[in-house]
């Protein structure tokens, strides 16, 4: 049998080397010549290396940009025709539209779209018209629409985005990658490295000490959980707060909120990280105040070092969290309900720890990685036409 050629194309390099980690390297391992296209940027030789793929550089933006997004489309279709893949799997809206339409013009056998979040979800008015015109264009592209939670499916279905709904399906139980298990687990030598980073930072024994992983944008709730903090620490003298994650320019923060992050001492933000395990392995809860998500990895893999998560009632979040048992759910773009569920969890330590051991227990049950791989490994053979 032919190998099976597959073209994994998403907008930004993050997509590949941190949300789709090692998911790559698996498909190359089980008979599949990978190919990766995406906007070139410092990390291309890490990449390449570590999903041992080959990897074509291809300039998207994440804007709106007609004439950019029409070259794209064009190079795009260049590419295609080059490599004569028999998939195009696609990750993150602009990559959609253009991978999709580009594989349907040059009729790739097998066409595939993962939606892990949709920033119209927070649109309205004309722009919203626009944003749904090309969701449905990327979705009547392909054959298949995978977005990453079933809530997500669901609102997909309500807004009658393509024109097939029995398109639309989740693999395995949600996430664009699942977790690996092993490597998101507390070992002693974490717990080290987690000590040091505390001492550097004058991190207390007694010391309570939030989390947030994730872009620090206006759309992940960052400026309603530093204000909250601010509450929180007039309460508590012994608060901190680590922000793991870089900078947003498309959605930045306000500038009060850059500003108390940039001169607040009980803030540290460490930016963007390979290894995020010893900063979460240094909190006792973890916050995620986020406006809308598909299934949030940065969630997932809290959960699975077992500790105690404050999410928004939202698309994804609430697929993981089964409010008042592995978690708390509360009301998006709200100070106040950061606030309040923060003191629940700190006041009461013996039910915040064990809202993290049933956390660790439900993403242990759920959410392996090499099992959802190999879901997507038989979803494409199973789905690819015979070739003759």
Known sequence: MEEIKLLRITTETYSLRILLKGQLKYMSEHG????????????????VLNQRARFYPLNLSRELTPFKDLIALFNTIRLIRKIKPHIVHTHSPKAGIIGMLAAYICRVPLRMHTVAGLPLMEVTGS??????????????????????????????LDNDLGSDKSKVLVLGNGSSNGID???????????????EF?????IGNSDVVLAFMGRLANYKGVNELV??????????????????????????????????????????????????????????????????????????????????CIATNINGCNEMIDDGNTGLLIQPKSVGAIVDACEKLISNKSASREMGKLAQQFVLKNFEQQQLWNDILTFYKSNLPSKK
């Not at 505390?198 to 004058?202: E, F, I, W």
């Not at 390979?274 to 006792?284: G, N, Q, S, Y």
Request: hydrophobic share 40%.
């Open 127 to 156: 722009k919203r018209k626009l944003l749904d015109f090309v969701e449905s264009l990327t979705y009547d592209c392909a054959h298949w629409v995978l977005p990453n939670s079933q809530e997500l499916r669901k609102f997909i």
């Open 198 to 202: 505390r001492k550097a930072h004058n």
């Open 32 to 47: 599949v010549e990978v190919s990766m296209a995406s906007t070139p940027d410092k990390f291309v030789g890490d990449l």
């Open 227 to 308: 204000e909250a903090f601010l509450i929180l620490k007039k309460r508590h003298q012994n608060l901190k707060l680590i922000l793991i994650g870089a900078p947003e320019e498309l959605n930045p923060l306000k500038a009060e909120t850059d500003a108390e992050i940039k001169n607040n001492e009980s803030i540290i933000a460490v930016g963007h990280q390979h290894d995020v395990r010893k900063f979460l392995v240094a909190a006792e809860i973890f916050v995620f105040p986020s406006y809308r998500e598909g299934f949030p990895q940065a969630l997932l893999q809290a959960s699975a070092m077992g500790i105690p």
């Open 181 to 195: 298990l092993e490597y998101f687990s507390v070992t002693p030598k974490l717990r080290e490295e987690s000590n």
